[in-house]
């Protein structure tokens, strides 16, 4: 069993302890009688840092508990070196120590003042590398109420109340009225008290006065199963997601000109312009394609009682030419349409207007068989694809050769 250095003082970053066991694999590992390195545990992250003696110094990767109350410190590489009965120091990475400590202790505050102001019990707690959340036991959650208990949790955090570590035994520990009592059957508990606010049994590092904190700040909400998932970062994470955001925000400001904080309005008022813009063009193709469909039917003499009408276009999309191939065919009731576009997709469209009996299904796949396009379509209607632009008019010549025989 090692014996925890943190459960007494979350503050101490460098220790000295003697190797108890060296394990390589499946990965290297180091064991010792003591350790300053808290193991990932009861939602908070493993310590990282250096296990060093006089001759070799070792990453410490991640921290895990092992069997039987032990300590593993997993390592970079293999420690050489290192041996059983090694004196070694061990040093903790601080600014990481100190990020889980903000992150532990500001979601103690947090739960409690859920739970002061509304009765929101916390049922678990995840510290990810970026972002903490917690699920809250609630059948609702509104932003009034995330922001209240926003507030009370900074202000518990501004008062800078002192953070006790204390042990008790399960007994004592029920009389005093514990937010949280952990299923163990240790008959010692480790308690966080937090002067007046929240007591709590826990074995992760906190810190000793409130104010160590920084500051809280909620973020996203969601509906899970059992109730609330709220988002949270404390500390010097809360100032680098403010950083973020803000310059998220400021480029997003930039694109439309504007304050930050009229990005919303700007952008609503971007999407609405945009849908006014996308109806008026569509409109403007169909009286586009109406007009153009008459002129030139207006030009082909008619032969044999049918107007077959052969058009490329190099700068429409199939949509537009199906939509030039409808208003030609109903402009008159014997016209054959042999339309084609180059770019941005080669294509065919062959219609007639209705009440006529050509196949226009079976002249396209004729067509596409011939040119090594892919496509099909109904009697009056029918539209395929060409690998190449400069097969478009060839195409059309081709098919119009049938009508013509
Ligand atoms: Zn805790």
Not at 32 to 37: G, H, N, Q, S, V
Not at 262 to 277: D, G, S, Y
Request: one cysteine or more; proline letters at 3%; charged letters at 25%.
């Amino acid at each position: 069993m090692t014996d925890r250095l943190y459960y007494h003082d979350s503050f101490l970053y460098e220790f000295e302890g003697e190797v108890r066991e060296i394990t390589e694999s499946p990965r290297p590992a180091v064991t010792l009688d003591r350790t300053a390195f808290y193991p990932t545990s009861g939602g908070q992250i493993h310590d990282t840092g250096w296990i060093s003696s006089a001759t070799t110094k070792q990453r410490v990767t991640e921290v895990a508990d092992g069997e039987d109350g032990r300590v593993v410190h997993y390592l970079e590489a293999p420690a050489k070196d290192l041996a059983p009965g090694s004196h070694v120091r061990g040093e903790i990475d601080v600014l990481r120590r100190q990020d889980h400590m903000q992150q532990h202790s500001g979601q103690h505050v947090l739960s409690a003042a859920f739970v002061r102001l509304f009765q929101m019990p916390t049922v678990s707690f995840h510290m990810a590398d970026d972002y903490c959340s917690i699920d809250l036991e609630t059948l609702s959650l509104s932003k009034e109420q995330i922001e209240s208990v926003e507030s009370l949790a900074n202000e518990i955090i501004l008062e800078n109340r002192p953070v006790d570590i204390r042990f008790v035994t399960r007994a004592e520990a029920g009389k005093l009225g514990l937010r949280k009592i952990p299923a163990t059957e240790r008959d010692e508990l480790r308690l966080i008290d937090i002067s007046d606010f929240d007591v709590t049994a826990c074995g992760g590092t906190h810190v000793r006065q409130t104010g160590q904190i920084g500051c809280i700040l909620l973020r996203k909400t969601e509906k899970v199963r059992q109730g609330y998932r709220v988002e949270f970062v404390a500390g010097l994470r809360a100032v680098a997601a403010a950083r973020r955001d803000f310059t998220t925000l400021t480029e997003a400001a930039a694109l439309f000109s504007a304050h930050i904080y009229e990005v919303p309005r700007q952008a609503t008022k971007a999407l609405e312009e945009i849908k006014t813009l996308r109806k008026q063009g569509a409109q403007f193709l169909e009286e586009l394609a109406a007009a153009q469909a008459a002129a030139l039917l207006a030009e082909t003499p008619e032969a044999d009682g049918r107007r077959v009408v052969v058009r490329t276009f190099s700068d429409r999309d199939i949509n537009f030419v199906k939509l030039f191939a409808q208003k030609l065919t109903r402009l008159a009731p014997n016209v054959v349409a042999l339309l084609g576009t180059s770019s941005p997709q080669a294509a065919l469209v062959f219609a007639q207007s209705s009440g006529q009996n050509h196949d226009m299904g079976a002249r396209m796949k004729e067509t596409l068989g011939k040119f090594g396009g892919r496509g099909g379509g109904s009697q009056d209607m029918a539209q395929g694809g060409l690998p190449e632009a400069s097969q478009v008019e060839p195409a059309l010549a081709f098919a119009k050769l049938s009508f013509l025989t």
